[in-house]
């Protein structure tokens, strides 16, 4: 039983969550870096993505989207495996726990500064985060059927999570975090946008109206290709605007470019499953030398 937990979990899809944390703590001087802040903010992070997967393993069964004929990594619910019963019972663990690690984050960042007004739209904001995540494919009409699922990506992989995390450093949100918000909401969307090109035909037949399938894969495709040009062009910038340094972060983005091609030559979107851990990972990859190698300004 451990096991299929485990992979309901979908652990490789945890350094995707990570990055935001990273890419909104680098650029900042060292003297207001709080280890206590950034590991609160990184299991924060990592819960929300474990309670985000479980819920779309519940999701997508509730709805018919994991039929025989799916592509990507089995479901847990609809195997089997884990009744729908107890996926239920593990949401509501895994979202209080991600709500209570949420709640001491905001204690070391607003409660002890006596910064209520603080507190109290942040919490809003963690309240709004794990209700997307649970309605991302769950409950009635989610929004990820309506192809908006690449909106709220970025919206709290990007602006959410690196903004976030530069503002609870910093106590304010300076261009850095901006391009950088851009680099990482696009690498994410470009995940999941890949996630759904694989999918594409499953989605269809179950109602899931995604991007791709309101698109068409071909046109898909070409959509993939603009969240990963973004990503670069911001990356880029930030050598611009920055004092002269190694831009060692550009790095991963040679993968990406092997990815894209690969992503272009491809008819057969069972082939794009293997893809995804190479985006994922070089998201994560970019995020955490921006950290390293991004100088303080």
């Known amino acids: 039983m451990v096991k299929h937990w485990i992979t309901a979990m979908r652990l490789r899809t945890l350094p995707l969550a990570a990055a935001g944390i990273?890419?909104?703590?680098?650029g900042l001087k060292p003297e207001i870096f709080s280890s206590s802040i950034f590991l609160l903010a990184l299991l924060t992070a990592l819960a929300l993505q474990i309670f985000s997967n479980?819920?779309?393993?519940?999701?997508?069964?509730?709805?018919g989207a994991d039929g025989k004929d799916r592509v990507g990594p089995?479901?847990?619910?609809?195997?089997?495996?884990?009744?729908?019963?107890?996926?239920?019972?593990?949401?509501?663990?895994?979202?209080?726990?991600?709500?209570?690690l949420g709640i001491l984050l905001l204690n070391e960042?607003?409660?002890?500064?006596?910064?209520?007004?603080g507190f109290g739209i942040y919490l809003g904001v963690g309240?709004?985060?794990?209700?997307?995540?649970?309605r991302y494919t769950a409950g009635k009409n989610p929004y990820g059927y309506k192809g908006l699922g690449d909106l709220f990506v970025f919206l709290?992989?990007?602006?959410?999570?690196v903004l976030s995390m530069s503002y609870f450093l910093s106590g304010k949100v300076g261009i850095i975090a901006i391009l950088n918000t851009v680099v990482v909401g696009m690498l994410s969307m470009a995940v999941l946008h890949l996630n759904n090109l694989r999918d594409h035909v499953s989605d269809a037949k179950a109602g899931k109206?995604?991007?791709?399938?309101?698109l068409g894969f071909e046109k898909g495709k070409k959509l993939h290709f603009v969240w990963l040009g973004l990503a670069f062009l911001a990356a880029v910038a930030e050598v611009f605007i920055t004092p002269s340094h190694y831009a060692f972060y550009l790095?991963?983005?040679?993968i990406l470019v092997v990815h894209a091609k690969k992503v272009y030559s491809c008819t057969n979107p069972q082939l794009l499953d293997s893809e995804l851990k190479k985006v994922a990972l070089s998201t994560f990859a970019i995020a955490l030398l921006l950290l390293i190698f991004l100088p303080n300004v």
């Open 127 to 134: 309240i709004s985060a794990i209700w997307a995540a649970f």
């Open 209 to 214: 109206h995604t991007l791709v399938v309101k």
């Open 109 to 117: 960042v607003f409660v002890v500064k006596k910064n209520w007004l």
């Open 156 to 161: 709290f992989f990007g602006v959410v999570s």
């Open 54 to 63: 479980l819920a779309n393993d519940y999701g997508d069964f509730q709805n």
């Open 74 to 100: 089995a479901r847990m619910v609809q195997s089997g495996n884990i009744s729908a019963q107890q996926m239920k019972r593990g949401l509501n663990v895994s979202g209080a726990i991600a709500f209570a």
């Open 251 to 254: 790095l991963p983005f040679t």
């Open 22 to 26: 990273l890419a909104g703590s680098a």
